[in-house]
T-cell receptor, first 113, second 115 residues
Framework: ETGVTQSPTHLIKTRGQQVTLRCSSQ?????VSWYQQALGQGPQFIFQ???????GRGNFPPRFSGLQFPNYSSELNVNALELDDSALYLC????????????FGSGTRLTVV | AQSVTQPDIHITVSEGASLELRCNYS??????LFWYVQSPGQGLQLLLK??????LVQGIKGFEAEFKRSQSSFNLRKPSVHWSDAAEYFC?????????????FGKGTHLIIQP
């Protein structure tokens, strides 16, 4: 098993810019979720993709969007960055039928200045 | 809406002593409950989970947790902690809807181990 890998590990962007974060799911995992973890807080659910379609979304505005590719890798895109978007972004994947058996990546630390 | 409360922001325990981390949840139906651990610079690692059945669940690294419906609690325990247990611990709750609603996490408890 290769686990879940995220890139880049750290990123600094300017307010108003757009950013794309990438996630390579663990082999055999066709469901991926993204979470935002602000400093000193628990992770917050952004959205989930299953078979390349979004099938669940948390309380995040539309400027947070995603994609899942046929090889089950995925992207998180954030437009019009705000200072409050500074956080650790976590990707988690799981195989079909394994409710909540998620494997998390180490995350991407995004700083918006 | 579902929610998770971890009342203790920081806990300090001596190495070799027992540990209990508290977690209370709010959820309208049968919850799916989890404990995760996060070391600095790392992602989340699943320690254990409860879906149904035996209310005492065993996890990795010698951890266990007990589901108490009457108290809406899912406390994490370990009989003897090791210095390597120092980390951030998160309790989480999920719906029975197959996972598409995501997990709701508590704010975490920072565990400090004294030598």
């Amino acid at each position: 098993e290769t686990g879940v890998t995220q890139s880049p590990t750290h990123l600094i962007k300017t307010r108003g810019q757009q950013v794309t974060l990438r996630c390579s799911s663990q082999s055999g995992h066709n469901t991926v979720s993204w979470y935002q973890q602000a400093l000193g807080q628990g992770p917050q659910f952004i959205f989930q993709y299953y078979r390349e379609e979004e099938n669940g979304r948390g309380n995040f505005p539309p400027r947070f969007s995603g994609l899942q590719f046929p090889n089950y890798s995925s992207e998180l895109n954030v437009n019009a960055l705000e200072l409050d978007d500074s956080a650790l972004y976590l990707c988690a994947s799981r195989p079909a039928g394994a409710n909540y058996g998620y494997t998390f990546g180490s995350g991407t630390r995004l700083t918006v200045v | 809406a579902q929610s998770v409360t971890q009342p203790d922001i920081h806990i300090t325990v001596s190495e070799g002593a027992s540990l209990e981390l508290r977690c209370n949840y709010s959820y309208g139906a049968t919850p799916y409950l989890f404990w995760y651990v996060q070391s600095p610079g790392q992602g989340l690692q699943l320690l254990l989970k409860y879906f149904s059945g035996d209310t005492l669940v065993q996890g990795i690294k010698g951890f266990e947790a007990e589901f108490k419906r009457s108290q809406s609690s899912f406390n994490l325990r370990k009989p003897s902690v090791h210095w390597s247990d120092a980390a951030e611990y998160f309790c989480a709750v999920g719906s029975s809807g197959g996972g598409a609603d995501g997990l709701t996490f508590g704010k975490g408890t920072h565990l400090i181990i004294q030598p």
